[in-house]
């Protein structure tokens, strides 16, 4: 991903970990990937909950590849 894309708008939203809960998924505008990415890494920290993101471009990171960004 290029640097740039870091510093643009993205969409987080967190998943229960178990299927019965898809009900309370939660999602949250950042104003950038960048922090968008720290608010996952708050979230990966708890194993009952699964982060996503999607970027102004469409793409979608699911929680392995949130993991590779913040390694």
Do not use: C, F, K
Not at 5 to 25: C, K, N, S, T, Y
């Amino acid at each position: 991903m290029e640097t740039e894309a870091l510093e643009r708008p993205a969409d987080l939203a967190v998943w229960p970990a178990i299927a019965e809960g898809a009900a309370h998924v939660v999602s949250t505008h950042y104003a950038s990937l960048r922090e968008a990415l720290v608010a996952a890494a708050r979230v990966l920290a708890e194993s009952s909950r699964q982060p996503w993101i999607v970027t102004e471009d469409g793409e979608m990171l699911a929680p392995t590849a949130i993991r590779g960004y913040l390694n």
